[in-house]
């Protein structure tokens, strides 16, 4: 079995700087591409940041120049958030892409932690 756990969410003022967390465990054989989505109460969830594993990273228009991913190793990644808006607001989800031991694709989603910017 295969999970991501995420951790580092809560309620900061605008302007302020949150860092999200996400590790995976379980019997993962590879993981090609770690992200992070988010999705605001009544919308879709929507691509934040995504990072491979050679280290190529992808923002959404939105977080460019305030948020960088990293890939910490091969089985955790963070997202530094830094000038958060009110609309930053959402629960975000870490996902990743990859093999398990068995060579069976997977793609995995954590639990969701709440960011919420206040103004």
């Known amino acids: 079995q295969v999970q991501l756990v995420e951790s580092g969410g809560g309620l900061v003022q605008a302007g302020g700087s949150l860092r999200l967390s996400c590790a995976a465990s379980?019997?993962?054989?590879?993981?090609?591409?770690m992200g992070w989505y988010r999705q605001a109460p009544g919308k879709q969830r929507d691509l934040v940041a995504v990072?491979?594993?050679?280290?190529?990273a992808n923002y959404a228009d939105s977080v460019k120049g305030r948020f960088t991913i990293s890939r910490d190793n091969a089985k955790n990644v963070s997202l530094q958030m830094n000038s958060l808006k009110p609309e930053d607001t959402a629960v975000y989800y870490c996902n990743a892409g990859g093999n398990s031991i068995s060579r069976r694709s997977l793609e995995v989603w954590g639990q969701g932690t709440l960011v919420t910017v206040s103004s």
């Open positions: 379980g019997s993962w054989f590879s993981i090609n591409r």
């Open positions: 990072v491979t594993s050679g280290g190529s």
